[in-house]
């Protein structure tokens, strides 16, 4: 459950099974929390990321082992801030390449992707925004996993 701060930050809280509540901070950054990016990536790639893993029962937390499939979920996730950031209108054959590098550069497996997948998560991402400019602060936008 993502809920619109005030200040400089929204929050997002992990419910889990019998109610247990786990909270993080989300620093605003212009656009959807960067955790509702990953929901976006993982929820429509069906692939596990940080939201995968906290599924599984990891605490939700800014740290986590290096796992190869998460982390190329979260340079996937950061191509796509990246992009969110400049407007969502780079072209998928870029956006592609940038992920190829920035797999490189961190020694990290790149998953594969097709521009097809590409235009998907951007979907989502734009279905999210959309949703989250209307939570007024205070309120909570739910996403389930």
């Known amino acids: 459950m993502f809920t619109k701060g005030s ?5 997002l809280d992990v419910v889990r099974p019998g109610g247990r509540i786990e909270r993080m901070d989300c620093p605003k950054q212009g656009i959807i929390p960067h955790d509702m990016v990953h929901y976006a990536v993982e929820h ?13 029962g990891e605490a939700a937390g800014f740290h986590m082992e290096a796992e190869a499939q998460s982390d190329a979920v979260e340079r996937l996730v950061e191509v796509f801030q990246g992009d969110a950031w400049s407007g969502g209108t780079t072209a998928a054959a870029e956006m592609m390449a940038l992920y190829a590098v920035t797999c490189s550069a961190r020694a990290c497996p790149a998953l594969p992707i097709e521009a097809k997948e590409i235009e998907a998560v951007r979907t989502a991402i734009e279905a999210l925004t959309m949703q989250w400019q209307a939570v007024k602060v205070g309120h909570s936008l739910t996403l389930e996993l």
């Open 7 to 11: 200040g400089k930050f929204d929050t």
């Open 44 to 56: 429509t790639l069906k692939q596990r990321g940080f939201l995968g893993r906290v599924k599984e």
